[in-house]
């Protein structure tokens, strides 16, 4: 199987569907696209361990479609930690109407996210090179600026938590794609929300990655305009 070809169009088109996403033949050429650009980039640095056609378009495009139906179609996303531009590239050429940036601290990992959005003429959306926590000190516009922030396979959920929530806009959704948790993990997730006070909603989704079988999970997030939440910067203007 061949990146683009009519078996690898099929195949991303049925697992989008098993998330209720339907593509078009022009958001398939853009995923094919991005596709061969991450396996020549990866010859010269390190974006990904997956070069197989196949587990690319599984693990890599489909999977990135799992949360599409949290994330309203206009919202502003932050996608931390990028890296080889999922999940954020495959959610926004599936609906453009999307506005999202991608960061990563890896220059060379920006300026292949760069070439992507360019070589797929994509609008609506950049690639910078920061850190999460290092955007509001760098412009504080930054601050509650975003109404959905993902990051997929990252850092532990509670890190993740306190990196984003300067970021997030009042109402707004945290989304973190994960594999199996471990009770470790959620119980580290449990006293970060406790300690913060009652300003998230915390849910959870599993599901079985198409064609592959392996348990994936989402959480989410909810940050609740009940209270207002002193920890958090105050949004200029």
Known sequence: ME???????????????????????????????HGRDLLAWNRRINLTRITDPKTVAIR????????????????????????????GIPLKVSCPSLSVTLIDGVRKKVNFLKTVIRNLNLKG??????????????DDSHARAYGVILCRALTALDR?????????????TLIAMKGDLSLEEREALARYLKNIGPFFRWEEKTYTLPFEGSRRTLVRLVHQQTEEDPARPVRPG
């Open 160 to 172: 993740f938590a306190a990196l984003a929530r300067p970021l997030l806009s009042e109402g707004g």
């Open 125 to 138: 959306i950049e690639a910078r090179q920061c850190r999460a926590e290092e955007m509001i000190k760098a």
């Open 3 to 33: 990146i683009g070809s009519s078996e690898w169009t099929a195949l991303i088109r049925k697992g989008a569907e098993s998330f209720g996403v339907h593509l078009n033949s022009r958001q398939t050429e853009q995923l094919a696209g």
């Open 60 to 87: 890599h495009f489909i999977d990135s479609l799992a949360p599409a139906d949290w994330i309203p179609a206009d919202a502003r996303i932050l996608d931390i930690g990028s890296g080889g531009g999922f999940p």
